[in-house]
């Protein structure tokens, strides 16, 4: 019931700046967070950052200083500000929202994007 397309992803070199997009459609006024997760081979799919209904923000410590999440509302769509890129940023990057519901209790709905590549090399 939502649907999430990633774009922004590619090749950048160390220290370098990437920005991440991600447009919801569909049932989006129930989407209370939506957030970034990272995937690189023989990983787990990690948090990277995560932004609220209030704007409440929080990262990983591996990018907190360095990536920036932000909401347009009016656009349906977060934002992914990486700066000062590093090689272990390399991986396939996840948008994520939850949707909550309640039928006489509530029930939380996770959605992903198809993911896009970010490659950090010199």
């Known amino acids: 019931q939502v649907q999430l397309v990633e774009s922004g992803g590619g090749l950048v070199q160390p220290g370098g700046s990437l920005r991440l997009s991600c447009t919801a459609s569909g049932s989006i006024d129930d989407i209370y967070s939506m957030g970034w997760y990272r995937q690189a081979p023989g990983n787990e799919r990690d948090l990277v950052a995560v932004?609220?209904?209030?704007?409440?923000?929080k990262y990983a410590d591996s990018v907190n200083g360095r990536f920036t999440i932000s909401r347009d509302n009016a656009k349906n769509t977060v934002y992914l500000q990486m700066n000062s890129l590093k090689p272990e940023d390399t991986a396939v990057y996840y948008c994520n929202a939850k949707r909550g519901e309640y039928i006489g209790y509530e029930v939380i709905y996770d959605y992903w994007g198809q993911g896009t590549q970010v490659t950090v090399s010199s």
């Open positions: 932004i609220d209904s209030d704007s409440s923000t």
